[in-house]
């Protein structure tokens, strides 16, 4: 977004500099009813959201700041490393008290391992809020000088700024470069599970940073009204770290280390963050950066600071060839109402159908320009077909112009993962393989096809499964013969920007169905994943032929030798083979659907596909699942009814399509939502009756969404979990367009449209695009294999809108390592691809309506 004139106590402004030069630091911090400490322009939150015992640090708990609409510090706690990485030991916390009496929150804060408690006090003080830690027992003896109180700094909002360590002046590195010191790994306070985030090269050390500053007042950002923080340290240094030295995505870390020997009080800060007098967040307007279909309804939804005024009206302008602006539409910023922190007013401009450029103007903001046109949707889905896709492609040499994404992976895969494990990215084996082969012998034939799952570069197979349905439904719905991409399988070879007279789309359904054949072929059923032995391999950024050595594991060489064909290093990736009956369902779902995309591409592998998939089938019938996933039938059941609706529309054997009519009422019964598109897809497969029998649900689903207009100002389903929402935005829309074509007097089109403005720009926080390089104005900065670069691969779709609670939506545009925003993975981009054709689809057909 753009701004036109400096708005009194808006970002950055000289005005609120000069105000501010004269006035007092900020009021007192008042603990609200939400559970958090606030004042206009600051909020301290203390452990508001927990620390995810699933994937560790996520940087979004602790003790954490909101300064100016930005949360720019977390992690505050006591922890075990001046610089804690993701995997690093958290401390649980066990209990939160507040008090509101004196503006206070109590933490109890406890390391199992170590049977370490603390007590942590946030309280308001003047304009800031005192820290104070405190000890029942002196210090366990293996946590001194390892224990310390730390409180972590974003690093993007700390870039190009200075600060001032007891009066001596620094610049916050723009790139970590100071010093490192090796310790022996005896003094190293082990990782989570054993893991290690570190390749120490078998020489047993471990890296630990060196204070870039140490002081016992240290301000950050004293250029900056809406950075400045002060920190004084009663008792005890203060030390300033650069946690990127470790990890790309560290923050600056401040902490003071606790004493030995001592109870009571041992770390005490006086934290001062400074605050712009009558500070008003500056207003959002939500938009779709790609523009509007003419036939559409166009609705901007703008989120005010609850300090705010709202004005009466916002204006639509055209932008003229000529370069100027001509008033359009002037019409009502109708108020909405309140959601989580922020109050919305709406501005409808559906009346605007002609053709052109424009921008909507509210208060002093104007937006980035969109157009509005019947063209806009024809081609948003084209970056991430043509360029986001190919990039994910495992097992091949991708290159795009001048620059190769990568070379070729994993030609040493794979082993069979050892028994009883639990993984660091949420795989596990059970107590046996379930396989013919022993742990770690090699399983052949899986070095082909795939995709890296996401910002990690593991085989995920549900993913895949979900991925080759979703492209099976684009390409018999959409009949997408798009060719902009050169495929050479036999020579593992990928070129963007070069047609290869192959579709696109199909070429990807081969790949995805190659390694699926692949596992059954090899493994006899469909595996959890192909995933990384190490963590440390794991966390790779890069290039993906860089994180094994591409030789295959061989035990008779030493560690890091080589023989030219095999290596000692053990670094294949595993194989994770527990019997998972919805998994397989899914594949077969997906090899089933793939079979008739392929039939005419690629005869021998549909056929192939097709077999392999009535197989399974069999098989899963007759094996009873194991006894703990009997617990949630619903979920196993779903599985079964995509894949017996995908072989019956394949084989039209009618077995298929009887289990299907036995267990879908049943599945909408007991999760509508869950089924409703699966019960959708089927209509125009299944007798007449079926569609009428259907309709009693569509009804119940109709009421159930209709909610969502009460539930926010956008009318969609907004996830929070930890994870932000937009694959469920993504799947309640698939679902609308599927009732939409069945049912189009009880489901609008507009309950499909509204998904893609919400992705397009239409949301909370910000009104970027939330597909790279869709839209005038989008994500850049994203959670994929090159986000070290602060980069994107275009067409990649991020999750979105993470809630942090308690009223908190986020997504950072100049942070890329926070996965639960911007992480983009296969099945959303594959999802995401169907639904903007579907939206196309409706406007081409029936947008003259
Ligand atoms: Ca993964
Ligand atoms: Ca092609
Ligand atoms: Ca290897």
């Not at 002196?138 to 007891?166: I, M, W």
């Not at 003094?187 to 570190?198: A, E, H, L, R, V």
């Not at 409808?348 to 104007?366: A, M, N, P, T």
Request: aromatic share 12%; hydrophobic share 40%.
């Amino acid at each position: 977004m753009q701004r036109i004139h400096a708005r009194l106590g808006g970002i950055g402004t000289l005005l609120s500099l000069v105000l501010l030069s004269g006035t007092a630091l900020c009021q007192k911090l008042q603990l609200n009813d939400l559970g958090y400490l606030e004042t206009r322009g600051l909020n301290v939150l203390a452990f508001s959201n927990q620390y995810n015992g699933f994937f560790f640090d996520e940087k979004t708990s602790g003790i954490e700041l909101i300064h100016h609409g930005v949360r720019t510090a977390t992690g505050g706690a006591v922890r075990l490393q001046p610089t804690p990485e993701q995997w690093d030991k958290i401390p649980v916390m066990t209990e939160r008290t507040l008090d509101k009496k004196n503006n206070s929150i109590e933490l109890k804060l406890r390391y199992e391992d170590y049977a370490f408690d603390s007590r942590v006090t946030v309280t308001a003080k003047d304009d800031g809020v005192m820290i104070r830690v405190s000890l029942d027992t002196p210090l366990p003896e293996r946590l001194v000088g390892v224990a310390g109180f730390n409180l972590e700094f974003l690093p993007s909002a700390y870039f190009e700024k200075t600060f001032l360590a007891d009066g001596r002046p620094g610049i916050f590195p723009l790139y970590p470069s100071s010093s490192v010191n090796v310790r022996p790994n005896a003094d190293k306070i082990p990782q989570f599970n054993g893991y290690s985030t570190f390749d120490d090269r078998g020489r047993s050390e471990f890296r630990v940073p060196t204070p870039l500053a140490t002081c016992t007042t240290l301000v950050l950002a004293p250029e900056d009204p809406e950075r400045y923080v002060r920190i004084r340290s009663v008792n005890g240094d203060l030390m300033l770290y650069d946690g990127r030295l470790l990890a790309q995505n560290g923050w600056f870390v401040v902490r003071s280390v606790l004493p030995a020997n001592k109870t009571g009080t041992v770390a005490e800060w006086y934290i001062e963050p400074k605050t712009v007098p009558n500070w008003t967040r500056a207003p959002v307007i939500g938009f779709s950066q790609a523009g509007y279909h003419p036939s559409q309804s166009k609705i901007a939804v703008i989120e005010l600071d609850k300090n705010d005024t709202p004005r009466p009206t916002a204006t639509l302008y055209r932008v003229t060839p000529e370069g100027t602006l001509v008033e359009k539409l002037t019409g009502a910023a109708e108020p909405w109402g309140r959601f989580l922190r922020y109050e919305y007013v709406r501005f409808d401009f559906s009346s605007v159908k002609d053709s052109g450029v424009y921008v909507i103007q509210y208060d002093e903001q104007r937006t980035d320009a969109f157009p509005i046109g019947a063209q806009v949707y024809s081609d948003v889905w084209h970056p991430t077909l043509d360029v986001w896709f190919p990039v994910q492609m495992d097992h091949m040499f991708v290159r795009e112009a001048y620059r190769v994404w990568h070379g070729t992976p994993f030609l040493d895969d794979a082993l069979q993962a050892p028994v009883n494990i639990r993984h660091f990215d949420g795989y596990w084996m059970d107590s046996t393989t379930h396989t013919k082969y022993k742990p770690l012998e090699r399983i052949p034939g899986l070095d082909v096809g795939g995709w890296f799952d996401a910002g990690d570069f593991d085989i995920e197979t549900w993913h895949h499964c979900t991925t080759i349905l979703s492209f099976v439904d684009s390409w018999e719905h959409f009949n997408l013969k798009r060719d902009e991409t050169f495929v050479d399988q036999k020579t593992r070879f990928v070129e963007i920007h070069r047609p290869d007279g192959k579709p696109d789309l199909l070429e990807q359904i081969e790949h995805g169905t190659l390694q699926l054949v692949a596992q059954f072929k090899n493994v006899g059923f469909a595996v959890r994943g192909i995933n990384f032995p190490h963590l440390y391999a794991y966390h790779h950024l890069g290039d993906a032929a860089t994180i094994t050595d591409n030789l295959p594991y061989n035990p008779a060489l030493q560690p890091y030798e080589r023989d030219g064909r095999t290596s000692g290093t053990l670094d294949d990736r595993w194989v994770f083979t527990p019997k998972i009956p919805s998994l397989n369902y899914s594949a077969i779902a997906a090899l089933a659907a793939a079979s008739r995309a392929l039939r005419e591409y690629d005869t021998q592998l549909a056929a192939e596909a097709l077999s392999t998939a009535q197989v399974a089938w069999e098989k899963e019938r007759k094996e009873p699942p194991p006894v703990r996933l009997r617990m949630m039938p619903w979920f196993l059941n779903s599985a079964e009814c995509v894949a017996a609706l995908q072989l019956f529309v394949t084989t039209k054997d009618e077995r298929y399509s009887r289990r299907f009519a036995e267990l879908i009422w049943r599945q909408l019964d007991s999760a509508l939502v869950w089924n409703i598109a699966t019960a959708a897809q089927a209509v125009q497969y299944m007798p007449p009756d079926y569609r009428s029998k259907l309709e009693r649900y569509v009804l119940k689903y109709r009421d159930e969404i209709g909610k969502l207009n009460q539930d926010n100002p956008y009318g969609v389903p907004i996830g929070t979990r930890g994870w932000a929402g937009n694959h469920e935005l993504i799947g309640w829309a698939t679902a609308n367009y599927y009732l939409h074509k069945s049912y189009p007097t009880l489901i609008g089109r507009e309950l499909v449209f509204k998904a893609l403005d919400f992705l397009f720009g239409c949301h909370p926080y910000s009104n970027i695009s939330f597909v790279s390089g869709v839209g005038t104005n989008s994500k850049m900065r994203t959670y994929g294999n090159n986000r070290a670069d602060f980069s994107f691969i275009a067409g990649g779709v991020v999750p979105g809108v993470l809630l942090l609670k308690p009223d908190f939506p986020e997504n950072k545009e100049d942070w890329p390592f926070l996965w639960g925003e911007n992480e983009c993975v296969i099945d959303i981009c594959a999802e995401y691809i169907f639904l903007a054709n579907a939206v196309n689809e409706l406007l081409t057909s029936e947008g003259k309506r």
